[in-house]
């Protein structure tokens, strides 16, 4: 069974830095597309980053310049570092997996992310 564990999440200042990470376990990990995305109170959920298997990436306009996306297959973990993080920031964050075998997607639980002004 596939699950995804996220961590890193928390309350900061505009302006500050955090990196969440989610480790990926149950299957390999090599073969899933990986992404977060993120939901803020009364909005739908959207995609801020994602990599490919083959270590692609694509950024969501608003943060692009600010968060980087990584992956390392050896700790089946993926990263989000965020800089220059602003209110706007403010939304639980998820980390997605792809299989690129099954097209089948899996949810981490979410952590929360507080950019106050």
């Known amino acids: 069974q596939v699950q995804l564990v996220e961590s890193g999440g928390g309350l900061l200042q505009a302006g500050g830095s955090l990196r969440l990470s989610c480790v990926v376990s149950g299957s390999i990990f090599r073969n899933f597309a990986l992404g977060w995305y993120r939901q803020a109170p009364g909005k739908q959920r959207e995609a801020v980053a994602q990599?490919?298997?083959?270590?692609?990436?694509t950024y969501e306009d608003s943060v692009k310049g600010r968060f980087t996306i990584s992956r390392d297959n050896a700790k089946k973990t993926v990263y989000l570092q965020m800089n220059s993080l602003k209110p706007e920031d403010t939304a639980v964050y998820y980390c997605r997996a792809l299989s690129i075998i099954t097209n089948r997607a899996y949810w981490g639980q979410g952590t929360q992310v507080t950019v106050s002004s």
């Open positions: 990599i490919s298997s083959e270590d692609a990436t």
